[in-house]
């Protein structure tokens, strides 16, 4: 059993996580078999350490992974894992020691002074000038029967100074990628527990992995949100599903009893607006994008929310289009839109859709300063204007040009929904009242209620 050497303990070194939780890396598995051959070898049998490389980085997306994957390499490989502070490194190669009764080993040398860039203006410390100058020599003299291999990690590989990668240093290096979604998801079922999860968890990892990335972006927002998920599989004493998945989403992970205000004119006012956002992405969709949740439930935020529908926006992950863009500006723009038209235009809510145009103008900003589209780009008129787009921070004229086009690409889609909604006024009405009676809609429940409104005879949608 392989051992985890640190200036404090030591302790047996354990990791059963399966590889795909790190990412790809499949290139770190034929590496640990690679190091593991080369430590079994016979004395008959030549190790060329140029090839395997004496020193290594990883270079991984996630920080809080850095370690694990290494360990999980020196489990697999069966090597001991030596932790060292970049005190101690220097040390070692500088005094010219190896730890030949630990070996084979890997070590594990975070990034510091040891491996920093220094400018042309700047004095290198006397003892990072010794060990680089020590460790070509250090690193090239290493017996070939001693299985000993440094390793660094890092999100860049030029994190590490110029003068560390040269051939006999840190000449080696594995650029993980980040896991797919279908491995987050997964990632995050197990987190949870299986045994606490139902089909519509467990028989969709991808588009969990969508929807955890989108709204929980890192490790430990998910490591809550897991557990929020359990405690409520176990309070509820059922198995937990997508839908609740979905409320930690609009809701967080908190426990609380949030006020509900229920005058009815403030109900029947966040009623409409969130009916807008659900009939815009209906319709702008052909009813491909059906949100996962919308309810009038207050928050701490506000009075009412709805969710993406997260099957459709993973169909267009990692290659969104301008169509794509306008959808979901035109969503944002549903909410004040329904107010307006049911309401009355000087009933809009003052605050109520202001994180809704902040987002659209963020997204129409982008459109126009940085992907160069424009109201007037179309089919017909591809290529008239707005080609030219910043590479750095817009400069003010820059911006004050950007924020005229996003102004008019703007005007452009609220007009459009505006009619969209007055074309289909009586399922606006319907769904607002829908919301209205049930509070909380969930996917089924909206085609649900579309269904029935339908075959009321009302209007054909």
Known sequence: MPYHYTQEQTKPLTNTMPWCVYGRVSMLERWAEQLCNAANASPDDYIDWSILARAVMIVHPVQSQHKEVLAKVAVEAEYNLIEL???SFMDWVT??????????????????VWSAKFEATETMPDNVRAFRSALPEYLANLEMDTALVFVTTG??????SSDLRKVGLFDR???????TLESKGDNFIDKIGRGCCDETLMGHPEKVGYLIEDEFGDDRRQSLIAV???????????????????????????ETDHPQDTRPEFLRRVAVHEAGHVLAALLDSDFKDVPDYAGIVSSQSSGGRISDCYEYHLKQYGHRTFSQIKHRIRV?????????????PEEVSFWGARSDLLNAARFAKHAVGKAGFSAKYSTQNPLEVNLLVADDEPDVPEEIYTGKKA??????????TSKLLQNHRGLLDHMANVLMTKNVLTQREILDAVDAYQKGGLEKC
């Open 407 to 416: 102004r008019a690409l703007l005007k452009m889609l609220y007009i459009e």
């Open 228 to 254: 929020a998920m359990k405690r409520r599989s176990h309070s509820l004493g059922r198995k937990v599903g997508f839908n609740d998945l979905v409320h930690f989403a609009m809701f967080g992970g908190g």
């Open 173 to 179: 290096r594995f650029d993980i990628a980040e896991p």
């Open 332 to 344: 944002l723009l549903g909410g004040r839109i329904a107010e307006s038209l049911v309401l009355g």
């Open 155 to 160: 999100d860049s590989y030029a994190n590490l």
């Open 85 to 87: 502070t970049e005190e």
């Open 95 to 112: 005094s010219r020691h190896v730890p030949t009764e630990k070996c084979p080993a890997l070590v594990y040398v975070p990034q510091g």
